[in-house]
């Protein structure tokens, strides 16, 4: 039997999603240990770097194809390390990173996609969102920030969004990286217990922690309203950060594979050109 594809394995079925039925203890597609994870991570370098060349020069040739990762998950749920480990294997010429904290005035008085639209990775390039739109549809919903009906009407909005973006030659990778209320804990508190650790700490997220079932269920809204064949979730369990790292790598290749990319042709004479250098 063939495996499924880690797009295939890690997105949430349609209908309604039931995060605690998701282990985030567990390493779906992989049967491996840490270390075969982290060497199985490494073994997939040249290929991500091969792939990413591929898009990289479609965008120098005028290509309009990209890719944009969203990543989405509590606080301490791997963002940043997914950001290290898995998108710090590709070139960082081709990466363009974005993260979203709390809008500012003048962003909220536009539209909720408009930063997102100013923040989109341009032909070539592969797109990384640390938070993205869907905050404005989980901690939005949360804390109560919009009407119940305007973020009701934000769901349909994304799903427009997305496929417009994925018309104009965008491909759109969402992930949620899946932790459990008790690892998130364990990592506050290895923060709150090392000093090199203290800037990652921020008194704040022990509010947000506070409402974790409420951000759960918000999560699960978002996962069934937006999982379109367009751009789909996955879920990706994430109390181990290899398997984290390692999954998320998998979808960038399966993703940029996907695309089909072939090398531009040269839109010069080569002849010519190897005629003139020898005699250069
Ligand atoms: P961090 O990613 O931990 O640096 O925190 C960023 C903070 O910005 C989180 O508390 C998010 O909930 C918040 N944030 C991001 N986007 C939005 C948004 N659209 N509306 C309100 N808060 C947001
Ligand atoms: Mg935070």
């Known amino acids: ?22 282990d985030p203890r567990a390493t779906p597609g992989f049967t491996g240990k840490k270390a075969d994870g982290q060497a199985a991570l490494l073994a997939l370098e040249p290929t991500i770097t091969d792939l990413q060349e591929r898009l990289y020069a479609h965008g120098r040739t005028d290509g309009q194809r990209r890719l944009l990762l969203v990543t989405q998950g509590m606080d301490t ?3 940043g390390g997914t950001m290290r480990k898995t998108v710090g294997l590709m070139d960082p010429q081709g990466v363009v990173i974005k993260a979203f904290g709390a809008p500012t005035d003048t962003e909220k008085r536009r539209g909720f996609l408009w ?16 938070r993205s739109h869907y905050e404005d549809v989980l901690v939005a919903r949360v804390r109560s920030l919009a009407s119940k009906a305007t973020i009701e009407r934000r769901y ?28 998130q804990k364990a990592r506050l508190a290895e923060r709150l217990d090392n000093p090199t650790k203290y800037w990652k700490y921020n008194p704040k997220d022990i509010d947000d922690r506070k409402l974790w079932d409420d951000f759960q269920h918000a999560y699960e809204i978002a996962l069934e309203r937006c999982n379109t064949d367009t751009a789909p979730w996955h879920v990706i369990p994430a109390d181990r950060k290899w398997y984290r790292n390692l999954a998320v790598a998998h979808l960038l290749v399966e993703h940029l594979e996907g695309m089909g990319l072939s090398w531009p042709p040269a839109d010069f004479d080569i002849e010519a050109e190897k005629a003139r250098l020898a005699v250069s």
């Open 115 to 130: 930063r997102i639209r100013q923040a989109l990775p341009p032909g070539g390039k592969v797109g990384v969102f640390d």
């Open 1 to 22: 039997m063939t495996q499924a594809s880690w797009s295939q394995l890690l997105r949430p079925p349609a209908g309604p999603v039931d995060l605690t039925a998701v």
């Open 156 to 183: 349909d909005a994304i799903n427009e969004f997305e496929q417009e973006l994925a018309e104009s030659g965008c491909v759109v990778v969402k992930v949620m990286l899946h932790i459990s209320r008790d690892e």
């Open 77 to 79: 749920s791997g963002k």
